[in-house]
């Protein structure tokens, strides 16, 4: 990096603390860590729909008040979910499923307060470094995105989508049909570049084409509120004095490479189209295991198993951020409800949004570096008061959460016709679940399908119809290239083993 180059960026971080220690952006700031690790502490709720519930809200905030929240909301439910995995052995948040393998053994070895500490300061160091890696790669990325035109864009949703729907839970076959469904409810509403009305059955409501925080509250929110009924959730918080947060010498020296290696698989693996926070957790605990020198000690309370995933799942979250601020495009669906959180206020995520919108760019970024410390502040004190909702049972729950929901689907337009949206995709929701159908590839595919539409024929436009523009174009050619090797991989891979194994058994005497 050159000198001219060092001094802006120093400026431009000194701007963005400017920006995110405002007192309006502070108070969302810690309204927005506060309610997100509330909602990682309470199981079956999450971020997404939390940021959905909360979209009305910010409606009245400017730009970058609101997202600094709707940011503070996603990167706090990382941090809450650690302590339920640890003391309930329920995950709050998806990504903390791992934690529970080894933190809630802990915690009944008497040892909850280390992991809980561990989590927390592990949570702090890999967010301030993935902050400090949004600011040093985001620039240069932004300058490279600002050569992108259709076909560019075109070819990387189309790896985006591909990723999307190769790394998805279970069944390829199931992701791409459901990353299909949603690209179709994605046409509804008017044709933009013509303007004619597309399914929309003469009705005026899908005239604007169907609402993403309606479809997000249905599939996440009342999908999930319906599933935990029929199963019946139980939380029994885990009965124990919990002391000495602070870890030992020893646990430090343990947890020390775990830490540092989970902050980079997260933040590096964060980056990718489909990866969210599950995965790179997964990855972590996983190389901790192979290259630990006990590894029987994995899932019998082995700090390891605590530091490296909780460092890798907050680490991805600021990972994720750069697609969309830099391309424009959300990585995972946390990611596709804060661009939905751009668009309504009227900004565009990209790599313009450096130069057009400074204030949203660097004080959403600086606002994480504030965020992270106010979490490390509040989580360890709080400790004993998210033990005591714990203990609020569910069936108290789930009728607040679907009496926000319904008040969030309607807030947003005033249409009653949202809600019944809402419910009708809560049900299909609830049907996606029961059938292990993932909601995740649908809703990406919703979000960025219009975009792949309009690239898609403005560079048949610039093309005069011909599709080899994709090809003539270096990046758009090679997006669509390891868009293919990722279709054939699952295909190919199993028939080269198999006649690996051929030639082997030949090969034998």
């Known amino acids: 990096m ?23 952006n502070l108070a969302a700031c810690f309204a927005g860590v506060l309610i997100g690790t509330l909602v990682g502490v309470l199981p079956g709720i999450g971020s997404v729909v939390t940021m959905s519930l909360l979209f009305p809200v910010t409606y009245t905030m400017s730009a970058t008040t609101s997202l600094i929240m709707l940011a503070g909301i996603y990167y706090g439910a990382m941090y809450g ?15 903390s499923v791992v934690t529970c393998l080894d933190g809630h053994q802990m915690a009944r070895r008497g040892r909850a307060g280390p992991a809980l500490g561990i989590a927390a300061f592990g949570s702090f160091i890999a967010g301030t470094f993935g902050v400090v890696g949004i600011m040093l790669l985001a620039p240069p990325l932004a300058s490279i995105a ?14 985006g989508f591909t990723m999307v729907t190769f790394l998805a839970r279970g ?3 199931k992701a791409a049909a459901m990353a299909i469904l949603g690209l179709f409810l994605g046409t509804v509403g008017l044709d933009p570049i013509v303007g004619t009305p597309r399914f929309t059955f003469r009705s ?20 999930e509120v319906l599933l935990n009924i029929e199963q019946g959730l139980q939380q029994g918080v885990f009965e124990t004095r919990i002391k000495g947060l602070l870890p030992t010498r020893q646990d430090w020296k343990d947890s020390a490479g775990p830490v540092a290696r989970g902050s980079l698989l997260g933040f590096f693996l964060g980056i990718l189209p489909g990866m969210g926070t599950i995965i790179p957790s997964f990855i972590s605990y996983g190389v901790e295991r192979r290259i630990s020198k006990h590894p029987e000690k994995f899932g019998a309370g082995a700090i390891e198993g605590v530091a490296g995933p909780e460092s890798a799942n907050n680490a991805a979250t600021a990972g994720s951020m750069i697609p969309l601020l830099t ?8 990611m596709a409800v804060l661009l939905g959180a751009f668009l309504v206020h009227g900004v565009q995520p990209g790599p313009l949004l450096m130069k057009e919108h400074p204030e949203i760019f660097w004080g959403v970024i600086t606002s994480m570096y504030v965020g992270n410390a106010m979490l490390l502040v509040l989580n360890l004190p709080l400790i004993g008061l998210w033990v005591q909702l714990l ?8 009728p607040l959460i679907l009496l926000f929901c319904v008040i969030g689907a309607y807030s947003v337009s005033g249409n009653i016709w949202d809600i019944i ?24 595919a919703f979000v960025l399908g219009r975009m792949a539409e309009e690239s898609l024929r403005q560079s048949l436009l610039l093309s005069r119809g011909s599709l080899m523009i994709f090809l003539w174009r270096p990046l758009s050619g090679a997006f669509l290239l390891s868009a293919l090797v990722l279709i054939l991989l699952p295909f190919v891979v199993p028939r080269v083993k198999a006649a690996f194994r051929m030639v082997n058994q030949r090969n034998q005497p």
């Open 391 to 398: 203990k609020v049972p569910y069936g108290i729950l789930f």
């Open 81 to 95: 979910g650690s302590t339920t995995s640890i003391l309930v052995n329920v995950p709050g948040e998806a990504a």
């Open 171 to 173: 069944s390829k076959l």
């Open 204 to 223: 005026v409501t899908l005239m604007d084409g169907l609402g993403l925080v309606p479809l997000i509250m249905g599939l996440f929110g009342v999908a």
């Open 146 to 159: 600002l050569r992108f035109g259709p076909p560019e864009i075109f070819g990387l949703l189309i790896l």
């Open 2 to 24: 050159k000198g001219g180059d060092k001094m802006d960026l120093v400026q431009s971080v000194l701007y963005g603390f400017s920006v995110s220690l405002e007192p309006t």
């Open 421 to 444: 949206t809402m419910l009708a995709f809560g049900v299909v929701g609830y049907l996606m679940k029961k059938f292990q159908y993932d909601p995740v590839p649908l809703l990406l």
């Open 327 to 334: 391309l424009g495009i959300p990585p995972n669906v946390v």
